[in-house]
């Protein structure tokens, strides 16, 4: 096990009397395992003959260590020395002094020698035992332990003394004292210590040292460190370690939910309510009956209320419980859908969707016929049922105008959350790193989702393509990608007809293009011709995912 000190001087910078010269460097020293130092430099002087010495300050001129090296061709040299763990029956922590060459010059570093220290915590044979060693430590065993990475500023804490005993205790139980790594020795004994501080109410040294991680990052590497700290402040359970833990996730997820943009809300309301319990407030069944339109309004007045001053669930709760009554009141009855993020402007969120439900059993309302829904449909009657049936399930929704806008283009981001939802593979812990796409925007999951299940694999140079419109022959790709991730198989029930412009297909879509069109799936645009690389509208969005995926 490799030592570890702490050094007085940043670099030791050495200038040597005879035979070296001023211009003589010597690097900081390397501290290795049972107390070896390896120090090395680079001499003015090839060949030149180099002499270290290293004492104990304080201590007689007995010498540790007395070395004698020459240097190589180029001047380089180095020396290798040991410190016993005790001098003269004393232990060996403290100032050592290096002297290079006829002691005119010296250097001074710190040597903590922690080994001792740990070898009397394995031997413990109780917590009251461990209780002893941390109590009343001498100056070298604080600093001993202070090496090894034991919270020691922390248990000068008078508020933390009297909870000693306690915490040695528990540590004694919780750890394999005698044969854990050291690493875990100490990081057991300082998240007990943290959850001390917990229960004092003081989050931001409760945090420190038990270092709770989220997706991935540890806390004390987290970029909104005092933002988590202000929020765990108020949710902060410290019963044990693991309920602490899972009220840092809380304390993330609240920092999470009240950036959402209102779009985003919708399905919000939905994926985080094993955090909130949103379907156990008062509201939640008036919100339940609502229509795509209602819901959007809901999210909208809470986006309203909820800001960084939020830093409660409860709070969260009686926003959400606030915004379901003032719509509820407001006795509007449009059946329109909510401005969704499949809608013809970016940014916004459709209907709600829980991950690990598929679009047939779960449904956010119904329509009594094909016309009732949206307004601007008479130019695209050809896909009436389809975005009727979409929106029926919470998978496109309209504007606040009660239009859908059939003929506007469809961005990559828009038609991938679509076949997300579609599909039924939403996951809110899905990951993926794609250069154009932020974690703080509202199509990150859904982009994430699509590619742990292979649907996307981006454009090229790390890029998934954020607000490109998407082409008819890349949609096509996609459907056939996310029918293959989804396990399932197009029936395929007609011959392929080559299109006139089958020249203008990528390789790459030509297979999907095909099978597609063989399931009766896709349709050419007229005159025997496919257009791969026009854009696709709302409308044929609509379509083709519903021919794929949702037709009963």
Same mark, same amino acid.
């Given at each position: ?59 007689? !001129?007995?010498?540790?260590? @007395?070395?004698?090296?020459?240097? *190589? =061709?180029?001047?380089?040299? $180095?020396? #290798?020395?040991? +410190? ?60 001993? !332990?202070?090496?090894?990475? @034991?919270?020691?500023?922390?248990? *000068? =804490?008078?508020?933390?003394? $009297?909870? #000693?005993?306690? +915490? ?385």
């Amino acid at each position: 096990m490799k030592k570890k000190f702490i050094l007085c001087s940043a670099v030791l910078s050495l200038m040597l009397t005879t035979p070296c010269t001023a211009e003589t460097i010597v690097s900081e020293p390397k501290f290795l395992s049972d107390g070896y130092v390896s120090i090395s430099g680079k001499a003015d002087e090839k060949n030149s003959q180099i002499a270290l010495k290293a004492a104990k300050s304080g201590e007689s !001129l007995e010498y540790v260590s @007395i070395k004698e090296t020459t240097s *190589d =061709d180029e001047g380089n040299f $180095s020396f #290798l020395f040991r +410190i016993p763990e005790q001098i003269n029956g004393v232990s060996s922590n403290g100032t050592y002094s290096v002297y290079i060459t006829g002691a005119s010059t010296k250097t001074d570093f710190e040597y903590v020698n922690f080994e001792y220290m740990l070898r009397k915590i394995r031997a413990a044979k109780s917590g009251d035992e461990l209780y002893v060693i941390f109590a009343d430590p001498a100056d070298e065993d604080k600093a001993a !332990l202070k090496i090894m990475g @034991i919270a020691v500023a922390e248990l *000068d =804490d008078k508020k933390i003394s $009297s909870k #000693l005993n306690n +915490i040695t205790n528990e540590w004694f139980k919780l750890c394999d004292l005698e044969n854990a790594e050291m690493t875990e020795v100490v990081t057991v004994f300082n998240r007990l210590l943290g959850l001390e501080y917990a229960k004092l109410g003081d989050a931001e040294t409760a945090l420190k040292l038990i270092n709770p991680s989220y997706d991935g990052t540890e806390y004390n590497s987290a970029a909104n460190k005092a933002e988590l700290g202000t929020v765990m402040k108020y949710n902060m359970a410290f019963d044990s370690l693991e309920k602490f833990n899972e009220s840092y996730v809380l304390a993330n997820k609240i920092t999470e939910f009240r950036k959402l943009r209102s779009a985003e809300l919708i399905e919000a309301i939905q994926t985080y309510d094993k955090y909130f319990n949103f379907s156990s407030s008062d509201g939640y069944s008036d919100y339940a009956e609502m229509n795509l339109t209602k819901k959007g309004r809901v999210a909208d007045n809470m986006s309203r209320t909820i800001g960084d001053s939020t830093i409660k669930v409860s709070e969260i709760v009686n926003a959400f419980e606030s915004a379901v009554k003032a719509v509820k009141g407001s006795g509007t009855t449009s059946s329109g859908g909510s401005s969704g993020g499949s809608s013809g402007g970016r940014g916004t969120g459709t209907g709600s969707y829980s991950s690990g439900e598929t679009v047939n059993e779960y449904q956010v309302e119904k329509t009594q016929n094909n016309t009732e829904r949206f307004s601007d449909l008479s130019d695209a009657e050809w896909a009436v049922s389809a975005i009727n049936a979409l929106a029926d399930k919470g998978i496109i929704s309209g504007d606040d105008n009660g239009k859908f806008n059939p003929n506007n283009n469809v961005t990559r981001e828009e038609f991938t959350k679509m076949v997300v939802l579609a599909c039924g593979i939403y996951d809110e812990n899905a990951e993926c790193d794609f250069l154009d796409v932020g974690r703080d925007k509202w199509y990150y999951r859904y982009i994430a989702s699509a590619t742990k299940n292979g649907i996307i694999t981006g454009i090229g140079g790390g890029r998934f393509g954020t607000a490109e419109n998407i082409t008819r022959e890349d949609m096509a790709v996609i459907i056939r990608r996310a029918a293959a991730a989804s396990n399932i198989t197009f029936v395929q029930n007609k011959a392929y007809s080559e299109f006139d412009d089958s020249d203008l297909i990528d390789e790459y879509a030509k297979e999907s293009i095909k099978e597609l069109y063989c399931a009766g799936i896709i349709n050419g645009v007229g005159g025997n011709m496919f257009a791969p690389t026009e854009n696709s509208t709302r409308a044929q969005a609509a379509k083709i995912i519903y021919q794929a995926f949702a037709k009963q």
